[in-house]
């Protein structure tokens, strides 16, 4: 067994692990990330693309924020539309904005900013497995190129998502989750066709919800509401056209260019949190503790905002000792990420289809037609969605 020694053992090289690795390694606190895919797996991912301010400033920090700054797409609103109503949510109404920028380019930019400050990521590891996390002398075990490796460690920053063995690793007893899952899906399209509108717009429409969303300028994401047992191998670029297009008012489907998919996916949509989030010396960050329905955009930002928030609990530690910030992680995280489940939960069941029952979808248009006469409920979207300080 060959024995190694660091500071931090972050498992995971998403955008929380490769986040906290770059916070940390600009503090000069000693680290290492251990991810069980290869690099191009984890570039290759294709995932959410709209920044929150506080994301924006955190990925800055970390020395990842130069191309974001010249490519990002500031959105000073967005559209909900249904029936033949329609409104607009001024960001203005928060005093912030939010920046469309892919996942992919921000993990992208973490990794090149990981390379270039030397920071030591080990891709394609097995058999990660964490050890006496509640001592002070945490380990974490791990094969590599068929050599066993045990390092030893004063936290373990858990950042490996859902399927994660962090979360997995800890008793039962010790750990609650609360669960929901919508009974749908969205069944996306990423192609680089621009896009129909500069703004996101959410579609409440009869048939189910529709979401057109973009990348960049040339590039357009969009999104159908499906159910849940849908077959992605039944859909392709053309079908995936045909009922867009069908769902769309005639001002966006006029606009609509279409062209073959990058990529196409089918969604879940669910809600999912652990807690707490620390078991002794090791933390649990972003997808490993909690899951949102992708309506609000909510789950990049929020694993940043944890990642972001461990860092300076570990700065304080390591620079005098005190455990104050470490010891209100979980209570503070869990604080702003179940407003988060709120928002995110509460703008689903507002523009998606459930069923074929009427009450509910008058309920539906009636909320919204309160949203476009109010702007008391504006501004409640827009700082939801903006992201709440
Ligand atoms: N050992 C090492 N690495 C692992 C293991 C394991 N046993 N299990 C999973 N991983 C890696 C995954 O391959 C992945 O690269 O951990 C990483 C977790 O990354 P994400 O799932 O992207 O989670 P996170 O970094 O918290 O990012 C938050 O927000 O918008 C959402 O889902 C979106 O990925 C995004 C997430």
Redesign the pocket.
């Known amino acids: 067994m060959n024995q190694l020694r660091t500071q931090v053992a972050i498992?995971?090289?998403?955008?929380?692990?490769l986040l906290l690795g770059q916070l940390l390694q600009k503090e000069g606190i000693n680290h290492v990330i251990?991810?069980?895919?290869s690099q191009e797996y984890?570039l290759g991912?294709i995932?959410?693309g709209m920044l929150e301010q506080p994301t924006v400033e955190t990925l800055r920090e970390a020395g990842a924020g130069e191309r974001l700054e010249s490519e990002g797409l500031k959105q000073t609103g967005y559209n909900l539309l249904w029936g033949k109503g329609r409104t607009r949510i001024d960001f203005d109404l928060a005093g912030k904005t939010a920046t469309v920028y892919g996942?992919t380019e921000v993990t992208r930019d973490l990794i090149d900013a990981r390379e270039k400050s030397g920071g030591i990521t080990h891709y394609e590891?097995k058999n990660?497995a964490l050890h006496d996390f509640d001592s002070e002398n945490p380990r974490v075990t791990y094969e590599k190129d068929g050599e066993k490796y045990e390092v030893s460690c004063d936290f373990i920053a858990g950042?490996?998502?859902?399927?994660?063995?962090s979360r997995k690793s800890v008793a039962a007893d010790r750990i609650d989750t609360y669960e929901f899952a919508f009974p749908f899906g969205w069944l996306g399209i990423l192609a680089d066709v621009p896009p129909v509108s500069d703004e996101v717009v959410w579609l409440n429409h009869p048939e189910g919800f529709v979401m057109c969303s973009l990348r960049s300028k040339t590039r357009s994401r969009y999104y159908i509401q499906v159910p849940i047992d849908e077959d992605i191998n039944e859909w392709n670029a053309e079908r995936f056209w045909d009922e867009f297009k069908r769902r769309l008012p005639d001002d966006l489907a006029n606009k609509l260019v279409t062209g073959p998919a990058l990529e196409m996916s089918i969604a879940p949509l669910r809600s999912f949190v652990a807690e707490p989030m620390r078991f002794g010396q090791m933390f649990l960050?972003?997808?490993?503790a909690h899951i949102v329905p992708p309506t609000g955009a909510k789950?990049?930002n929020?694993?940043i905002a944890d990642a972001k928030q461990l860092f300076e609990g570990l700065k304080q530690f390591y620079g005098n000792g005190e455990r104050k910030l470490l010891d209100s992680y979980s209570d503070q995280a869990l604080d702003r990420i179940w407003k988060a489940v709120r928002f995110s939960w509460w703008m689903t069941n507002l523009m998606h289809k459930f069923s074929d029952d009427l009450f509910a979808r008058k309920l539906q248009i009636a909320e919204l037609e309160y949203v476009a006469e109010s702007k008391a409920a504006q501004t409640t979207i827009a700082e939801n969605f903006c992201g709440l300080d």
Do not use: T
């Not at 498992?11 to 692990?17: D, L, N």
């Not at 251990?34 to 895919?37: K, Q, V, Y």
């Not at 960050?285 to 490993?288: K, S």
């Open positions: 498992i995971g090289a998403g955008p929380s692990g251990l991810e069980n895919r984890v991912r995932r959410a996942q590891v990660v950042c490996d998502g859902y399927h994660g063995v960050v972003g997808d490993a789950g990049l929020m694993a």
